[in-house]
T-cell receptor, first 115, second 115 residues
Framework: AQSVTQPDIHITVSEGASLELRCNYSYGATPYLFWYVQSPGQGLQLLLKYFSGDTLVQGIKGFEAEFKRSQSSFNLRKPSVHWSDAAEYFC?????????????FGSGTQLTVLP | GAGVSQTPSNKVTEKGKYVELRCDPISGHTALYWYRQSLGQGPEFLIY????????DSGLPNDRFFAVRPEGSVSTLKIQRTERGDSAVYLC?????????????FGPGTRLTVL
């Protein structure tokens, strides 16, 4: 079965600073990979996804993520954080075969942005 | 257009009671998913519907949990004899079903508190 690890429970950055949120997955092949953001009282919003091809993917709100097969990682980055980016971020994997359609999520990273 | 909606937004009940949580998916989405998000955790898969039938219910924790989708649109998650450990946010998502991966769109969730 697949699993996802987000080693950082909470990260604090200053507005304008760069950001990197870590995600490691465990799966026998290359899964589908996703990053979601969840703001208080809001549903999960998809930031970006990786299926295949170019290992650097661009998403909404200026986010990008890089898939590294050798490290089983899919880290999320943003060059300059805005105060509105404060939220909880979830990495997730999907199994690209069979009838299984569910996503497996990590436990999340809470991002605080200092003014 | 309208997104996924869930009602009620909050539900407080007493241990041992029965509850129903409702999900209205995006119009035209044939796939519907239920997830449960406990405090400080990422969402965990419960059940996936393809049309009216449950294609995968492997995430339901026990037989107190049951979900239906009689007309292939609205779904109801039913929990019998609620326990304090059932307290969580219950998330619903819907998607199209096309070849390959289909993005899941999440609702805002129902926060269930069992006293």
């Amino acid at each position: 079965a697949q699993s996802v690890t987000q080693p950082d429970i909470h990260i604090t950055v200053s507005e304008g600073a760069s950001l990197e949120l870590r995600c490691n997955y465990s799966y026998g092949a290359t899964p589908y990979l996703f990053w979601y953001v969840q703001s208080p009282g809001q549903g999960l919003q998809l930031l970006l996804k990786y299926f295949s091809g170019d290992t650097l993917v661009q998403g909404i709100k200026g986010f990008e993520a890089e898939f590294k097969r050798s490290q089983s990682s899919f880290n999320l980055r943003k060059p300059s954080v805005h105060w509105s980016d404060a939220a909880e971020y979830f990495c997730a994997v999907g199994v690209p075969s069979g009838s299984a359609r569910q996503l497996t999520f990590g436990s999340g990273t809470q991002l605080t942005v200092l003014p | 257009g309208a997104g996924v909606s869930q009602t009620p937004s909050n539900k407080v009940t007493e241990k041992g009671k029965y509850v129903e949580l409702r999900c209205d998916p995006i119009s035209g989405h044939t796939a519907l998913y239920w997830y449960r998000q406990s405090l400080g955790q990422g969402p965990e898969f419960l059940i996936y519907f393809q049309g009216t039938g449950a294609a995968d219910d492997s995430g339901l924790p026990n037989d107190r949990f049951f979900a239906v989708r009689p007309e292939g649109s609205v779904s109801t998650l039913k929990i019998q004899r609620t326990e304090r450990g059932d307290s969580a946010v219950y998330l619903c998502a819907s998607s199209l079903v096309l070849a390959g991966y289909n993005e899941q769109f999440f609702g805002p969730g129902t926060r269930l508190t069992v006293l």
